[in-house]
């Protein structure tokens, strides 16, 4: 009886932990580079429509997140995390591996090919974003739940 209360007890320091360490979840951990992908979409897409000026570091550091994010994203869908946490994966993930690996195989190529070409202007911005901006949309179709 002492013994499982002291276990009660040590249970109840740990428990408070938790909630950070729901946040290893790889549906969380996916959703949070997403919306790093998505802050950096943000910047180049603003001065792609000429809304901001055209900064060539900060675009330039765009690039890098996009392309930081392709390999560590590809790895953020083991089986059986298709639903839980709120989560936009569509199940054709899991149905269609091929279909969603070239996404990702684009995704990595385009943003690559983008950092390498370090554009200095706004139509070379223009040029090597657009090219990223068709897969987010390619692969949000085949492979984002539409809300
Ligand atoms: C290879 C496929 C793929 C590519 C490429 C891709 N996305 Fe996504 N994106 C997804 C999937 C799948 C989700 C849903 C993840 C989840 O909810 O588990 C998502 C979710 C998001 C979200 C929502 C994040 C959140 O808070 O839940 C944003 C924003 C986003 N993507 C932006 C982008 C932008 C911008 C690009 C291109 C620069 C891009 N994505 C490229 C597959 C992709």
Sequence with gaps: MIRSKAL???????LPALPALAGDSPQEQRQ?????????AKKIGKMMKGETEFDAAVANQAL???AESAEPFGKL??????????TEAKATIWS??????????????????????????????K????AVFKVCKSCHEGYRVDD
């Design 8 to 14: 009660i007890a040590s249970l109840l320091l740990i």
């Design 96 to 125: 269609d591996p091929e279909g969603f690996e070239e996404q990702l195989a684009l995704f990595a190529e385009k943003t690559s090919a983008a950092v390498a070409a370090n554009p200095q202007d706004l139509e070379a911005l």
């Design 64 to 66: 890098v997140v996009w």
């Design 77 to 86: 869908f083991p089986e059986g995390s298709d639903s839980g946490y709120d």
């Design 32 to 40: 949070e580079l997403m919306e790093d992908v998505g802050g950096a």
């Design 127 to 130: 040029a090597s974003g657009g």
